[in-house]
């Protein structure tokens, strides 16, 4: 199977849980998962999660990455989408660890919310594994973004967001 539903009455995902599960494109989280484990999610495959509504721990947004329910923390985003650009949802306060490894994003939107990015969040390359590409990261002047850039040796595009509308900064 390519897809996994976590069944009602489930409350924790373990961690790395997937482990090795490359042929998962998408996982289903119910509305009973209260926690997920460290790197539980941390598919090379993984394409898509949804949550089921009424979950009053998660929330996924369209493109198939997953949240907290107040949107404050963002955890994963699938490997294996293949969108560009991604733009972190306004509100987004912290990017946990490990959340955009060798994705197929060339750009990444970081809004002034975020105050936290943790260690290894994003790794140098993308999925078609040209270790020698970074990931373009959009921001505010003088946020957090460009401080996180900066230290981490990031290109920083500061003007019009190429994934989708025309955003100034």
């Known amino acids: ?15 790395e849980a997937f482990y090795n599960a490359w042929y998962l494109k998408e996982v289903h989280i119910s509305k009973t998962v209260t926690t997920i484990g460290e790197d539980a999610l941390d598919i090379d495959g993984l394409v898509r999660i949804t949550v089921e509504k009424g979950n009053q721990y998660f929330w996924a947004d369209e493109r198939g990455a997953l949240f ?5 923390v963002m955890y994963y985003y699938p490997r294996a989408n293949k969108a560009l650009f991604y733009q972190i949802p306004e509100g987004v306060k912290t990017v ?3 959340v955009m490894n060798f994705t ?30 970074h990931i373009l990261l959009y921001g505010h002047k003088n946020s ?5 850039a900066k230290n981490n040796q990031y290109t920083v595009m500061w003007g019009p967001w ?8």
Not at 1 to 13: C, E, F, H, K, L
Not at 117 to 133: A, F, Q
Not at 144 to 148: G, I, N, V
């Open 144 to 148: 957090y973004a460009a401080e996180y």
């Open 96 to 98: 946990k660890a490990n």
């Open 1 to 15: 199977a390519t897809a996994v539903s976590i069944p009602d009455g489930v409350t924790t995902i373990g961690k």
């Open 104 to 133: 197929w994003l060339e750009g990444l939107l970081i809004p002034n919310s975020v105050k936290e990015i943790e260690s290894d969040t994003i790794m140098l390359g993308n999925l078609n594994r040209d270790s020698n590409r």
């Open 162 to 169: 190429e994934g989708g509308g025309s955003k100034e900064f």
């Open 68 to 72: 907290s329910k107040d949107k404050n």
